[in-house]
């Protein structure tokens, strides 16, 4: 089964452009959530979209958004891009809460590392 | 609200015990995970607990306080291969998957 993908592994931008980031989950699962990992601030949750509808957002500004298509794959969007966004941005997929289980394990995806210049 | 903390390194021998410690302060509460995290790779997940008590999975352990907000990963017999980053993770609301994670500690085996 494959995994989690993303695309593209690395972006290089500059100040105040824009950037899409892709999320493929992996064949089934119907929730995504998108992260900020930065060594200073840890892992940070942007946001979840479960079946086309965002159900769960982060502490992050409006510049961050996303959105989900009806194979459940995903992109988020940051625009006007500032030096701080660098980061790595991971996402996750996991199965509905009907799996079976008490929780619903993520699996992420290997994600895309942004350098903003 | 939200706050998680765990010890920033922690070095141990091989073959050796090592407990990591994650106490938290969240505005929720719906289950805390365990991922370990080697560099340059993405977190995989290693236990979950929602209920106070011990969870043993094979050589690793997870603990959980909810009073205490309080939770322990321990690592058995440790292999070289266990050096990585464990984060500590409260998923905190019961509608999807909405998480807050520990800044992570980044374990070291040494022979």
């Known amino acids: 089964k494959a995994g989690v993908t993303q695309t593209p592994r690395y972006l290089i931008k500059t100040r105040g452009q824009q950037v899409t980031l892709s999320c493929s989950p992996i064949s089934g699962h119907r929730s995504v959530s998108w992260y900020q990992q930065t060594p200073g601030q840890g892992l940070q949750f942007l946001f979840e979209y479960f079946s086309e509808t965002q159900r769960n957002k982060g502490n992050f500004p409006g510049r961050f958004s996303g959105r989900q298509f009806s194979n459940s794959r995903s992109e988020m969007n940051v625009s006007t891009l500032e030096l701080g966004d660098s980061a790595l941005y991971l996402c996750?997929?996991?199965?509905?809460?009907?799996?079976?289980?008490?929780?619903?394990?993520?699996?992420f995806g290997p994600g895309t590392r942004l350098t903003v210049l | 609200g939200q706050n998680i903390d765990q010890p920033t390194e922690m070095t141990a021998t091989e073959g050796a015990i090592v407990q990591i410690n994650c106490t938290y302060q969240?505005?929720?509460?719906?289950?805390l995970f365990w991922y370990q995290q080697h560099a340059g790779e993405a977190p995989t997940f290693l236990s979950y607990n929602v209920l106070d008590g011990l969870e043993e999975k094979g050589r690793f352990s997870s603990f959980l306080s909810r009073s205490k907000g309080y939770s322990y990963l321990l690592l058995k017999e440790l292999q070289m291969k266990d050096s990585a980053s464990y984060l500590c993770a409260v998923r905190v609301w019961n509608y999807g998957q909405n998480f807050v994670f520990g800044p992570g500690t980044r374990l070291s085996v040494l022979p």
């Open positions: 969240t505005s929720g509460f719906n289950g």
């Open positions: 996750a997929s996991s199965l509905p809460g009907t799996s079976g289980k008490p929780y619903n394990e993520q699996f």
